[in-house]
């Protein structure tokens, strides 16, 4: 028997109750038999070791300030190893419990744990380290971001600083990895797009030193909040100045130079993972992990295909609402012309408008949910400082109830908002979207692991499948809301047949921005910025839609079973109580409730 087998009942309660925080009663952990007491202590030392090998995704993911200190080189040989272990070792434990002694929400438990560490085992074979950084993810901005206090790293007192101090420290280290590791890509011809490129030197070029007080890693000490001790600040300011002077700074500019001549000279000029040795390969890897489905690229491709098209015949009945009679492109073209759709003068009446729609839902809400979150639900503005550089977002509550989950909005100007794409966006981003799946996941799961695990493919899916419940909902009523909601479903529907079409079907980036702006008249800028998106981040966007057509098959699969016993409420319910799952889990733990 395993150590883990030979804790005890009375230890494990009392680390149910205190130390690992569940939430639940004593009574309801003295039930659970001595097979889910082993499987969920390994499932939070599961949990707990993931964190420590990725500690960065630690604080922006669970606010977990034990890691606000530390920063793994996750892209060196030796921390690869370090993965490789834990997942392995992970997998030979679950193979050793007997899944029969388990009670439901252990056997949910156990799928979960073997599905995440067998993908994240199976993605090793992806040289993602590589490639360590992109447009989307580059550690020197993300740390860059994360110094004004407005990031995911709180900055609020002496010992926040001294924290995040730590983790700027070893940003030299990290930076010295990637060359080492992309120099290895070019050897090897595994190497990044050229767009890719020139969109991190852009990147890079800002974070060159060139007045030091102007550093955006000094931001956070430019004007200390409250709570840090007037006696404390002179130390803190010096010892972030030295280190960006002397170890930041120097490291960057190596960056900046390696990627602008001797990684910008390798660059690949396909843009697909297709144009690499072995890149076919990766790709399915991708997609399966992204989707959580056995569903293969050129499947993928002909649901995208089969979306656009339907999605464009919706729009055509639109473009008629609006009294258009040229073709969706012209139709797209018009709206920046269009003052009644850009109402606002002021940042205040933008979430005004927020507000209106979030009191209209959470009327409604208690017909289509059995519950609801505990949590609250607040509505801000992104901070001006970062609207142009992050889009609206939703940030989840804290584990210990010490903050509500919050409804982001970004727009650099209001005046430009459009109010045609408000009510898809707060479903999505708001409630009942991701903000009912978080939560709700946090208020109910039994283990850390379950509270915080998350996939795109359900996670991205809900929300998604969010966004159609705003006709049931009564917030498409009007032509410019119906505009934004299949405005919104086009851009994931082009995402099928984009990424796909790029990476297994040899497609051109010319040939993809093309696509994009005939299906949803976005601009030069718009479109090459998705379709560079999907070359630094393949298959991540095939999830959006994937997940939410699942639902909705599941959704009508149950009402065409149950016929005049189909309960919407009921429904939900099963899609979410045991929160976020592979699409697979998901679509076994339906039929089981419909079967029964």
């Given at each position: 028997m395993t150590k883990i087998a030979r804790v005890t009942r009375r230890a494990f309660n009392a680390s149910l109750a205190c130390s690992i925080g569940f939430g639940q009663t004593l009574a309801r952990s003295a039930s659970l038999r001595s097979a889910d007491i082993e499987l969920a202590a390994l499932a939070e030392e599961y949990h707990r070791a993931v964190l420590a090998l990725f500690p960065l995704d630690a604080t922006e993911n669970t606010g977990d300030a034990r890691y606000d200190a530390a920063f793994e080189i996750d892209i060196s040989p030796a921390h690869r190893e370090r993965q490789r272990a834990?997942?392995?070792?992970?997998?030979?434990?679950?193979?050793?419990?007997?899944?029969?002694?388990?009670?439901?929400?252990g056997k949910v438990t156990h799928a979960l744990v073997q599905w995440d560490a067998a993908d994240r085992l199976r993605m090793m074979a992806y040289p993602r380290h590589l490639m360590p950084l992109n447009q989307l993810n580059c550690m020197p901005v993300r740390l860059a971001q994360w110094s004004s206090g407005n990031g995911s790293q709180p900055l609020r007192t002496s010992a926040n600083y001294e924290n995040f101090l730590k983790r700027l420290q070893r940003l030299p280290a990290w930076i010295d990895q990637a060359i080492s590791n992309m120099r290895e890509g070019i050897r090897g011809h595994v190497v990044l797009p050229r767009p890719v490129v020139e969109r991190i030197l852009a990147q890079l070029d800002a974070l060159v030193l060139v007045d030091l007080p102007a550093s955006p890693y000094l931001a956070g000490v430019g004007a200390f909040p409250p709570g840090v001790p007037q006696a404390d600040r002179p130390g803190l300011r010096e010892a972030y100045r030295k280190t960006v002077r002397d170890a930041i700074a120097p490291a960057n500019t190596r960056l900046r130079d390696f990627m602008r001549g001797e990684y910008l000279q390798a660059a690949r000029l396909t843009?697909?993972?297709?144009?690499?040795?072995?890149?076919?390969?990766?790709?399915?890897?991708?997609?399966?992990?992204?989707?959580?489905?056995?569903?293969?690229?050129?499947?993928?491709?002909?649901?995208?295909?089969?979306?656009?098209?339907?999605?464009?015949?919706e729009l055509e009945k639109v473009k008629a609402d609006f009294g258009f009679s040229g073709n969706l492109a012209a139709f797209f073209q018009s709206l920046a012309t269009r003052a009644e759709l850009t109402p606002f003068q002021s940042d205040s009446e933008v979430l005004a408008a927020y507000t209106s729609i979030n009191d209209r839902v959470k009327e409604r809400l208690p017909k289509f949910f059995e519950r609801a979150p505990r949590a609250p639900l607040e509505i801000r503005a992104v901070e001006h400082l970062r609207r142009n550089a992050v889009s609206s977002h939703y940030v989840s509550p804290a584990l210990d109830g010490s903050r509500p989950g919050v409804f982001f909005a970004a727009f650099p100007d209001a005046r430009k908002?459009?109010?045609?794409?408000?009510?898809?966006?707060?479903?999505?981003?708001?409630?009942?979207?991701?903000?009912y799946q978080v939560a709700l996941q946090q208020e109910t799961a039994r283990t850390d692991f379950r509270r915080t695990y998350w996939n795109d493919a359900y996670g991205e899916g809900w929300a998604l499948y969010a966004e159609s419940l705003g006709e049931e909902l009564g917030l498409y009523g009007d032509a410019a809301s119906r505009l934004g909601r299949l405005q919104q479903e086009m851009m994931r529907a082009l995402r099928l047949v984009i990424d796909t079409g790029i990476h297994a079907q040899g497609w051109t980036r010319e040939r993809a921005i093309s696509f994009a702006r005939e299906n949803d008249g976005s601009s030069e800028d718009e479109a090459s910025r998705a379709v560079d998106r999907y070359l630094a981040w393949p298959g991540q966007a095939l999830a959006y839609k994937i997940g939410e057509l699942k639902m909705l098959e599941l959704r009508e699969r149950a009402r065409a079973r149950l016929g005049s016993r189909f309960d919407l409420r009921a429904f939900h319910t099963q899609v979410l109580e045991d929160g976020c799952l592979p699409l697979h889990l998901l679509e076994a733990k339906v039929s089981r409730w419909l079967a029964g």
């Open positions: 834990l997942y392995r070792r992970t997998l030979d434990r679950l193979g050793r419990i007997d899944t029969s002694g388990l009670d439901r929400e843009g697909g993972l297709s144009g690499m040795a072995g890149g076919a390969g990766w790709y399915r890897l991708l997609v399966q992990s992204s989707t959580t489905t056995d569903l293969r690229p050129e499947q993928i491709h002909e649901i995208g295909l089969r979306e656009v098209a339907r999605i464009g015949a908002v459009s109010i045609s794409r408000l009510a898809a966006l707060f479903l999505h981003e708001g409630q009942p979207g991701h903000h």
